[in-house]
């Protein structure tokens, strides 16, 4: 967790691919902040304090009490708030707009497939109580395609926009967790090698342990 001078931003978080991609863009850009645990196992995010701020009951969300104009503003959904922190420090999110573009797409191709598909994988591999076999190999196959596609992504540059940047930060607490989701890393050599490209990160190390600060 990072330290400053400014009031913390209050990151309302579990340890999850979601929750991973706030903690590591604050650790990156250097950003205060507070965890404000949301056990999703026991529904807090279904109490109305929590749902005046997500009310789509998920997290991650944020407050920042020096929100646009000196205000606290709110956030919910973990794009629009990658792309606030972006805006707000001027890191990892390109001012030039061709180079903005190339972040947003691959951002909104996180948000609108490689996490919700491979999240529908956890769910029916791992957590439904019934095995489905139908449900199971749609959403496997969707998964390695969506592999596929990083993979061809990254076969000539380090990072998914060019430059590291806030879509590089919502994709990879996804791929992590591939031993969950019925695919070989082996067979996605590049994506492999961008894995351990973040990993490396020292901001993604603090990130990630952030899970056993607050799991403990």
Same mark, same amino acid.
């Given at each position: #967790? ?14 999850? /691919? ?10 990156? #850009?250097? =950003? +205060? ?14 109490? +109305?304090?929590? =749902?005046?701020?997500? +009310?789509?009951?998920?997290? /991650? ?5 020096? *929100? @646009?104009? *000196? ?8 794009? %629009?708030? =990658? ?9 990892? &999110? @390109? ?17 609108? *497939?490689?996490? /919700? ?15 489905? @076999?139908?449900?199971?190999?749609? &959403? ?20 998914? %926009? *060019? ?6 930060? %919502? #994709?990879?607490?996804?791929? =992590? ?40």
């Amino acid at each position: #967790m990072t330290t400053g001078t400014q009031a913390p931003i209050q990151l309302f978080y579990f340890p999850t /691919p979601n929750g991973h991609k706030i903690t590591i863009a604050l650790e990156e #850009m250097q =950003l +205060p902040y507070d965890i404000q645990l949301v056990d999703i196992r026991k529904g807090d995010q279904f109490k +109305p304090a929590f =749902l005046d701020i997500s +009310p789509n009951n998920r997290m /991650p969300a944020i407050i920042d009490p020096n *929100g @646009p104009d *000196g205000q606290p503003v709110s956030i919910f959904e973990s794009g %629009a708030i =990658l792309q606030y922190l972006g805006r707000k420090t001027g890191l990892f &999110y @390109p001012q030039d707009e061709r180079q903005r573009i190339e972040v947003e797409q691959w951002l909104m191709w996180q948000m609108g *497939g490689f996490g /919700p598909m491979l999240g529908q994988n956890h769910h029916f591999n791992r957590f439904a109580p019934e095995k489905i @076999p139908y449900a199971i190999n749609r &959403y496997v196959d969707e998964t390695k395609r969506l592999y596929g596609v990083l993979n061809k992504r990254l076969a000539d540059r380090d990072y998914v %926009a *060019g430059e590291y940047s806030i879509a590089d930060m %919502a #994709m990879i607490g996804w791929a =992590l967790s591939w031993e969950w989701q019925d695919i070989s890393i082996a067979e996605y050599p590049h994506v492999n090698q961008w894995i351990e490209r973040l990993k490396a990160r020292p901001a993604v190390q603090r990130a990630l342990a952030q899970k056993d600060n607050v799991m403990a």
